[in-house]
């Protein structure tokens, strides 16, 4: 409501409104750019010479030692390290056997398959039984299972600590309002830092291996369950909360006994964030070394190993869509009763017969080898074959001929072209263009957020490259919006097709950012073009998911009205569907702006020139101040269209008076 | 006050606003409800007195936003009142510390909820027993008692439900039961039966006064239905705008409204079935012939007061003569006329 009345303010006391100004800004920016061509600017305004940068990353640097050193930050984590490295040590016994206390594992794999197929049946029937199970057994059978473990041992110690610290730090977030407030901003950074900011800091305080990689996982899967449950919190009906006062509960009892249970949905929604968040993470510390399956996938892609890159890539997926249906299984799940005199172990059916199997696969992989383990000869991997097969299609002249002239074309009359253009604007005038953006959409508190932001990546001294990721980003969210829209407006003219590609969207947001990029480097091989790609893949999912969900959720009566006024179909959806359905769909342009940055990021492995090149550089040593300036260009640039495009979206739906 | 004084509240004042306490510290008793809300408060009870007898059902009747609800909360200081005081059985409520408030409401105090307030996680046996696992009492115990609750508010055989998995009226009857489960000695009802169905309503306003026979207790009764009021209250308190206008005994209510709002309320009101020969009866006057009895309505003595020709009837209670009623005054009750 207060940032209304300021937009109000604006409006009448500088005596024009938001789009003039704007419009006046782009023309400023357009005449600085001309006379950058003719060579008349200053040069000061072209580029900040190197002698008017100030060093952050050193200035950085001292903190980080301070902090580090001399308030022994290291110290602490060191100590914390041995902890966690206790714990990672356990559950790597027991997953795949590592010599480590308590040197009873690994637990044989028909075991974790049996007892993944009873929860799956308890939580949804013989689908989820089928792909509980069966996601283990495929891994097993295609001889990745001591990979997939290696990677699972951390993900089962990151996601109960990060589900631990954000249900507690949402607690106090709930409980107060200024710890809330202290808290919001430091998320939404974190939630735009590019991943490979996490990873350096947990390197240097947390040793690289395991330990470095859970932090890492840990603390970016911490944010969304802070948020959720501050939410289901907040959600509690006043009156269960009254009936909790009257039943004479003290204030521990009323959250135990009377808020906590009551925001189980929320809870549990945010439980399946962090596990999605920490597998997509878990197999990104493969850029820390940490082993297992995203090591694997990073050195067969790398050495261009398709048919096996495509194997690991099934296993990541089967786990993503297995875990993410099993969770939001688990949200659904409403207790049922028991009839009175119901015997106790018809009541703990589910958890005994998966005792049951348990220890039956346990013993039955004492006696009978491949039980318990998928020798190296007898596992039916089709790795080579796979990979023959991909090769000889792409080589194919048709095929060939098709992914080189979209290379060509995309390449040479789009993709170049525009990013020299945008390379050849000059810093000043460029600032000027994305504050004109966003008082433009959003009014003057994101103007002057972007002010700030984008200056402050002016003065960090990595301008063109932070251009080179903002190319990227707006090259493929363009191309996304091109096809991923029109894909949504087709989808949701029918009940069927909205439903099978709303299914397939939300199918596709499980998989790990990492999988989009072995399409694209199938496809398009390891280059630029790739890049571009894989991003698009993975932008177009929310661009089209939102368009869905906007159109189809019009109220009726609105187009009931367009109908009875005569429109035609086109005619309906341009004036009543689309506008309707724009502040939607901003939320998913917006998100879809938010992936494209994380994926250019981690597309640096297939050689780029932009941020994520130098970050993952950075990894390799212990410059922590260099990537942490690296990092915040990344948040800025995000942020800035985060607010922006956000607060167009609620400014817009509160204007339409539809609710989210 | 006398001893059988329950709930006593004097001068009460709930204020919503940004410095509540600081703006009635300027004493604005004279100021309307909307002299309040142009100041930037509004006034959730505004200047209420009230008491509350032993054993006695108070009904407190207003439209929605008339502060009823609130009031209702200030008893059990689930809202901190802003000015005033209220005496519970003697001890001034808002002199309780934490731990004295939770003990107050885990051995005298009942609530009912407008939407139930049942906790979802729970069974209809574990709701139920939820007040006496909140003051710590054995698991056997607490069990035996529940399951004593949930049959006397007829839900046998349903104990192990949740509550998704049952009716509105029946998750009332868990409601209520829950409210009942530690004996309370006072009783709130915030609008029990407003979410449920009008028969339902019917039957669930039996089924309460059945109760009610039976245990007694003290009880304030929230509704914003005229007909339940009349039907349950032994008083009436009408509320419009966080202000009492009237409080009164239904047959009171109904032949000497108060205010003009009070008034257009009882319009609507057949009042030959609200006001019982015991109102109308005159100490000054003596009948002759068959006396008729204090508790009968004037709807039931209709046939009688036709065919009658005596011009005054006497009025007895308890088999004691407690004076006449006016035959012409009776059948214009009836009648309707003003």
Same mark, same amino acid.
């Given at each position: 409501?207060?940032?209304?009345?300021?937009?109000?303010? @604006?409006?009448?006391?500088?005596?024009?409104?938001?789009?003039?100004?704007?419009?006046?800004?782009?023309?400023?920016?357009?005449?600085?750019?001309?006379?950058?061509?003719?060579?008349? !600017?200053?040069?000061?305004?072209?580029?900040?010479?190197?002698?008017?940068?100030?060093?952050?990353?050193?200035?950085?640097?001292?903190?980080?030692?301070?902090?580090?050193?001399?308030?022994?930050?290291?110290?602490?984590?060191?100590?914390?390290?041995?902890?966690?490295?206790?714990?990672?040590?356990?559950?790597?016994?027991?997953?795949?056997?590592?010599?480590?206390?308590?040197?009873?594992?690994?637990?044989? %794999?028909?075991?974790?398959?049996?007892?993944?197929?009873?929860?799956?049946?308890?939580?949804?029937?013989?689908?989820?039984?089928? #792909?509980?199970?069966?996601?283990?057994?495929?891994?097993?059978?295609?001889?990745? %299972?001591?990979?997939?473990?290696?990677?699972?041992?951390?993900?089962?110690?990151?996601?109960?600590?990060?589900?631990?610290?954000?249900?507690?730090?949402?607690?106090?977030?709930?409980?107060?309002?200024?710890?809330? =407030?202290?808290?919001?901003?430091?998320?939404?950074?974190?939630?735009?830092?590019?991943?490979?900011?996490?990873?350096?800091?947990?390197?240097?305080?947390?040793?690289?291996?395991?330990?470095?990689?859970?932090?890492?996982?840990?603390?970016?899967?911490?944010?969304?369950?802070?948020?959720?449950?501050?939410?289901?919190?907040?959600?509690?009906?006043?009156?269960?909360?009254?009936? +909790?006062?009257?039943?004479?509960?003290?204030?521990?009892?009323?959250?135990?006994?009377?808020?906590?249970?009551?925001?189980?949905?929320?809870?549990?929604?945010?439980?399946?964030?962090?596990? @999605?968040?920490?597998?997509?993470?878990?197999?990104?510390?493969?850029?820390?070394?940490?082993?297992?399956?995203?090591?694997?996938?990073?050195?067969?892609?790398?050495?261009?190993?398709?048919?096996?890159?495509?194997?690991?890539?099934?296993?990541?997926?089967?786990?993503?869509?297995?875990?993410?249906?099993?969770?939001?299984?688990?949200?659904?799940?409403?207790?049922?009763?028991?009839?009175?005199?119901?015997?106790?172990?018809?009541?703990?059916?589910?958890?005994?017969?998966?005792?049951?199997?348990?220890?039956?696969?346990?013993?039955?992989?004492?006696?009978?080898?491949?039980?318990?383990?998928?020798?190296?000869?007898?596992?039916?991997?089709?790795?080579?074959?796979?990979?023959?097969?991909?090769?000889?299609?792409?080589?194919?002249?048709?095929?060939?001929?098709?992914?080189?002239?979209?290379?060509?074309? #995309?390449?040479?009359?789009? !993709?170049?072209?525009?990013?020299?253009?945008?390379?050849?604007?000059?810093?000043?005038?460029?600032?000027?263009?994305?504050?004109?953006?966003?008082?433009?959409?959003?009014?003057?508190?994101?103007?002057?957020?972007?002010?700030?932001?984008?200056?402050?990546?002016?003065?960090?001294?990595?301008?063109?490259?932070? &251009?080179?990721?903002?190319?990227?980003?707006?090259?493929?969210?363009?191309?996304?919006?091109?096809?991923?829209?029109?894909?949504?407006?087709?989808?949701?003219?029918?009940?069927?097709?909205?439903?099978?590609?709303?299914?397939?969207?939300?199918?596709?947001?499980?998989?790990?950012?990492?999988?989009?990029?072995?399409?694209?480097?199938?496809?398009?091989?390891?280059?630029?073009?790739?890049?571009?790609?894989?991003?698009?893949?993975?932008? @177009?999912?929310?661009?089209?998911?939102?368009?869905?969900?906007?159109?189809?959720?019009?109220?009726?009566?609105?187009?009931?009205?367009?109908?009875?006024?005569?429109?035609?179909?086109?005619?309906?959806?341009?004036?009543?569907?689309?506008?309707?359905?724009?502040?939607?769909?901003?939320?998913?342009?917006?998100?879809?702006?938010?992936?494209?940055?994380?994926?250019?990021?981690?597309?640096?492995?297939?050689?780029?020139?932009? #941020?994520?090149?130098?970050?993952?550089?950075?990894?390799? +040593?212990?410059?922590?101040?260099?990537?942490?300036?690296?990092? !915040?260009?990344?948040?800025?640039?995000?942020?800035?269209?985060?607010?922006?495009?956000? $607060?167009?979206?609620?400014?817009? $739906?509160?204007?339409?008076?539809?609710?989210? | 006050?006398?001893?059988?004084?329950?709930?006593?509240?004097?001068?009460?004042?709930?204020?919503?606003?940004?410095?509540?306490?600081?703006?009635?510290?300027?004493?604005?008793?004279?100021?309307?409800?909307?002299?309040?809300?142009?100041?930037?408060?509004?006034?959730?009870?505004?200047?209420?007195?009230?008491?509350?007898?032993?054993?006695?059902?108070?009904?407190?009747?207003?439209?929605?936003?008339?502060?009823?609800?609130?009031?209702?909360?200030?008893?059990?200081?689930?809202?901190?009142?802003?000015?005033?005081?209220?005496?519970?059985?003697?001890? /001034?409520?808002?002199?309780?510390?934490?731990?004295?408030?939770?003990?107050?409401?885990?051995?005298?105090?009942?609530?009912?909820?407008?939407?139930?307030?049942?906790?979802?996680?729970?069974? &209809? !046996?574990?709701?139920?027993?939820?007040?006496?696992?909140?003051?710590?009492?054995?698991?056997?115990?607490?069990?035996?008692?529940?399951?004593?609750?949930? $049959?006397?508010?007829?839900?046998?055989?349903?104990?192990?439900?949740?509550?998704?998995?049952?009716?509105?009226?029946?998750?009332?009857?868990?409601?209520?039961?829950?409210?009942?489960?530690?004996?309370?000695?006072? %009783?709130?009802?915030?609008?029990?039966?407003?979410?449920?169905?009008?028969?339902?309503?019917?039957? @669930?306003?039996?089924?309460?006064?059945?109760?009610?026979?039976?245990?007694?207790?003290?009880? &304030?009764?929230?509704?914003?239905?005229?007909?339940?009021?009349?039907?349950?209250? /032994?008083?009436?308190?009408?509320?419009? /705008?966080?202000?009492?206008?009237?409080?009164?005994?239904?047959?009171?209510?109904?032949?000497?409204?108060?205010?003009?709002?009070? =008034?257009?309320?009882?319009?609507?009101?057949?009042?030959?079935?609200?006001?019982?020969?015991?109102?109308?009866?005159?100490?000054?006057?003596?009948?002759?012939?068959?006396?008729?009895?204090?508790?009968?309505?004037?709807?039931?003595?209709?046939?009688?007061? &036709?065919?009658?020709?005596?011009?005054?009837?006497?009025?007895?209670?308890?088999?004691?003569?407690?004076?006449?009623?006016?035959?012409?005054?009776?059948?214009?009750?009836?009648?309707?006329?003003?």
């Amino acid at each position: 409501m207060a940032s209304i009345t300021v937009d109000e303010n @604006m409006q009448g006391g500088v005596g024009f409104s938001r789009q003039r100004l704007a419009g006046i800004l782009v023309f400023v920016a357009v005449v600085m750019t001309i006379l950058q061509y003719t060579g008349l !600017l200053p040069s000061v305004l072209h580029r900040l010479p190197e002698s008017a940068i100030p060093p952050f990353a050193t200035w950085l640097d001292a903190m980080f030692n301070f902090v580090k050193d001399d308030l022994g930050l290291l110290a602490l984590t060191r100590f914390l390290t041995e902890g966690l490295q206790w714990i990672l040590d356990v559950t790597a016994n027991l997953l795949f056997g590592k010599r480590r206390w308590p040197n009873i594992g690994p637990i044989p %794999w028909t075991a974790i398959a049996a007892v993944a197929g009873v929860i799956g049946y308890y939580l949804g029937g013989w689908r989820l039984a089928l #792909l509980g199970a069966g996601t283990f057994i495929w891994t097993a059978l295609i001889g990745q %299972w001591k990979i997939a473990m290696e990677t699972m041992s951390v993900l089962v110690v990151a996601a109960p600590l990060a589900f631990v610290i954000g249900l507690g730090a949402g607690i106090l977030a709930w409980k107060y309002s200024a710890f809330n =407030r202290a808290i919001k901003p430091i998320l939404s950074v974190l939630q735009t830092l590019p991943f490979f900011t996490y990873l350096l800091p947990a390197v240097i305080f947390f040793k690289v291996g395991p330990t470095a990689g859970a932090v890492a996982t840990t603390i970016y899967a911490i944010p969304p369950m802070v948020l959720m449950t501050t939410l289901g919190l907040q959600k509690v009906s006043p009156e269960v909360v009254e009936a +909790g006062h009257m039943s004479g509960c003290t204030r521990w009892q009323l959250l135990r006994h009377v808020y906590l249970p009551s925001a189980r949905t929320e809870i549990l929604v945010g439980v399946n964030q962090v596990i @999605m968040l920490c597998l997509a993470m878990v197999v990104l510390t493969a850029f820390i070394g940490m082993p297992g399956l995203g090591a694997k996938l990073l050195a067969m892609m790398g050495s261009f190993k398709l048919g096996r890159s495509f194997e690991i890539g099934v296993t990541i997926v089967l786990l993503a869509v297995m875990l993410d249906r099993l969770s939001k299984a688990w949200v659904v799940k409403q207790p049922e009763h028991f009839e009175r005199g119901t015997p106790w172990w018809k009541r703990h059916a589910t958890s005994l017969i998966a005792l049951g199997a348990f220890v039956f696969f346990c013993i039955l992989a004492q006696f009978v080898e491949v039980a318990a383990e998928i020798g190296r000869k007898q596992n039916f991997s089709q790795g080579k074959e796979i990979d023959t097969a991909i090769k000889t299609f792409l080589a194919f002249d048709p095929v060939q001929n098709t992914t080189n002239a979209m290379r060509y074309v #995309l390449n040479v009359w789009i !993709l170049n072209p525009f990013r020299d253009f945008l390379l050849s604007i000059p810093t000043s005038a460029f600032i000027l263009l994305v504050i004109a953006f966003a008082l433009w959409l959003g009014g003057k508190r994101p103007a002057i957020y972007a002010a700030i932001f984008f200056s402050l990546v002016a003065l960090s001294g990595w301008w063109d490259r932070s &251009v080179i990721t903002l190319y990227s980003v707006i090259s493929a969210v363009s191309l996304a919006l091109l096809i991923g829209v029109p894909i949504g407006i087709l989808a949701a003219r029918s009940d069927t097709w909205s439903r099978r590609v709303l299914l397939a969207c939300d199918t596709a947001q499980t998989f790990p950012s990492f999988i989009y990029l072995i399409p694209a480097i199938m496809l398009f091989g390891i280059t630029a073009t790739s890049v571009v790609m894989s991003i698009l893949i993975f932008a @177009m999912v929310p661009l089209t998911r939102y368009t869905i969900e906007g159109l189809r959720t019009v109220p009726v009566e609105m187009t009931e009205a367009a109908d009875m006024a005569g429109a035609t179909r086109m005619q309906k959806l341009w004036k009543v569907q689309l506008p309707l359905a724009l502040p939607t769909m901003a939320v998913g342009f917006n998100q879809a702006i938010m992936f494209a940055f994380f994926m250019v990021i981690i597309a640096a492995f297939i050689g780029t020139q932009d #941020l994520g090149q130098e970050l993952q550089r950075t990894l390799a +040593g212990t410059d922590l101040g260099k990537n942490f300036v690296l990092g !915040l260009c990344v948040a800025l640039m995000a942020l800035t269209f985060d607010l922006t495009i956000m $607060k167009w979206a609620s400014d817009k $739906k509160a204007a339409l008076g539809l609710d989210d | 006050m006398t001893t059988d004084t329950v709930i006593s509240c004097r001068n009460v004042w709930k204020l919503f606003g940004a410095d509540p306490a600081g703006y009635l510290a300027k004493k604005p008793e004279g100021h309307s409800y909307e002299d309040i809300r142009a100041d930037g408060y509004i006034a959730g009870v505004k200047d209420v007195s009230i008491e509350v007898s032993r054993g006695e059902m108070l009904v407190i009747m207003g439209l929605s936003g008339s502060g009823k609800s609130t009031l209702v909360r200030c008893f059990s200081r689930l809202h901190e009142i802003t000015g005033g005081t209220i005496e519970v059985e003697g001890q /001034d409520i808002m002199s309780l510390s934490e731990q004295q408030l939770i003990d107050l409401r885990r051995n005298k105090m009942g609530m009912v909820f407008q939407s139930f307030g049942l906790l979802p996680h729970r069974t &209809v !046996l574990e709701n139920v027993a939820f007040p006496l696992e909140m003051r710590g009492q054995d698991k056997h115990t607490r069990r035996e008692r529940a399951l004593e609750v949930v $049959k006397l508010v007829g839900l046998e055989g349903r104990e192990e439900y949740f509550p998704r998995e049952l009716s509105g009226g029946q998750q009332q009857r868990v409601g209520i039961a829950r409210s009942l489960a530690i004996e309370p000695d006072i %009783w709130f009802l915030d609008e029990p039966f407003s979410a449920l169905d009008p028969l339902i309503r019917r039957e @669930m306003q039996d089924e309460f006064l059945r109760l009610q026979a039976m245990l007694g207790k003290t009880i &304030v009764f929230i509704t914003h239905d005229f007909d339940e009021a009349l039907r349950l209250a /032994d008083r009436i308190a009408i509320m419009k /705008d966080g202000a009492v206008e009237q409080c009164d005994t239904p047959d009171k209510i109904v032949l000497n409204p108060a205010t003009e709002y009070v =008034r257009k309320f009882t319009e609507e009101i057949d009042k030959a079935r609200v006001v019982h020969a015991g109102v109308l009866a005159r100490d000054g006057i003596t009948g002759e012939g068959t006396p008729v009895d204090a508790s009968a309505s004037i709807q039931e003595l209709a046939k009688l007061l &036709v065919q009658d020709t005596r011009a005054a009837i006497p009025v007895h209670r308890d088999g004691k003569l407690v004076g006449a009623l006016d035959r012409e005054e009776a059948l214009n009750v009836l009648v309707g006329a003003e």
